[in-house]
């Protein structure tokens, strides 16, 4: 088999969401796919801060910020944050909105502290008291490392993820930054908020396929992506041949060209096996 570069999706694809240890048959998968000689890249909207605790598995590369970042055999082959005047604004437009924000510069991110009393707000308006979601975020802040607004000194920011109270809401931002933005609705959670991100127009997972393919003197055809949601489509339309885990949007097991078991459910190495990545 010629050699392939696989690209896969962190959350909900090589881990469980918001977690830092993969299964260990997936791990497995990956050794012997790089044994044969394959490369494989992580491909995440994580922010190099929130990816670095699984680099000590040793992987070819990694695409960080949903392609605004990469790096392939610890050389930085693009670098392109969000400009200042295109920040601030969406900042501007955000807030005014009702939008709660979490920007993601390259080593930290960031959060507006007056999120999570919106969910314990909506929690207990709904008589659930301190509600699943609002653990599960706690410990997403504290996984991966995401610190209050407050914090933030202005550093460049290459992501911003919105979680918008209502639809209704994100209408004046999708007008406005549509075109100096690419305004991603990534879905609607059972708390009723709408989550979405916003990242510049020269990058996305697709074309951070290219981008490490042409680095590597390798053809588009060549290569495998394994994703679970909307800010995957782009790199599961331009791989050659594309994986959604079982977990992942109807959306997505649509689009792709195999639909592997859930990734608690050995569905990484499951989908590394049908695609002959662990074989002569």
């Not at 890249?41 to 801060?49: A, D, I, K, Q």
């Not at 981008?211 to 003197?217: E, I, K, S, T």
Request: glycine share 10%; net charge negative.
């Amino acid at each position: 088999m010629r050699k392939k570069v696989v690209f896969l999706d962190i959350d909900g694809t090589l881990t469980i969401p918001g977690q830092n240890e993969p299964p260990a048959s997936a791990l497995e998968a990956i050794r012997r796919a790089q044994a044969l000689g394959h490369y494989i890249f992580l491909c995440s909207g994580r922010n190099y801060g929130m990816l670095k605790p699984l680099l000590q598995y040793g992987f070819d590369g990694y695409v960080a910020s949903s392609g605004g970042y990469i790096v392939c055999n610890d050389q930085i082959i693009y670098d392109s944050p969000m400009t200042k005047e295109q920040s601030d604004f969406a900042s501007e437009v955000l807030k005014r909105n009702g939008i709660f924000r979490t920007v993601e510069c390259r080593d930290g991110s960031f959060t507006d502290e007056g999120f999570k009393t919106f969910l314990k707000e909506t929690a207990e308006a709904k008589g659930e008291g301190n509600s699943e979601l609002l653990r599960w975020r706690e410990q997403i802040e504290s996984s991966l490392n995401i610190r209050p607004m407050e914090e933030y000194n202005g550093q460049p920011i290459y992501k911003m993820v919105m979680m918008a109270p209502t639809e209704e809401s994100l209408t004046e931002p999708k007008e406005l930054l549509k075109d100096i933005l690419n305004v991603v609705i990534l879905g609607k959670e059972k708390d009723a908020f709408i989550n979405g991100e916003l990242v510049g127009k020269d990058f996305d997972k697709g074309l951070a396929v290219e981008r490490v393919c042409a680095y590597l003197n390798i053809p588009v055809e060549d290569s495998v992506g394994f994703g679970d949601s909307m800010n995957d489509r782009e790199m599961l339309e331009k791989v050659g041949y594309s994986v959604c885990m079982e977990n992942g949007t109807e959306e997505m097991k649509k689009l792709a060209d195999h639909v592997c078991p859930a990734v608690e459910q050995d569905g990484l190495y499951q989908g590394f096996e049908v695609c002959g990545l662990m074989r002569e």
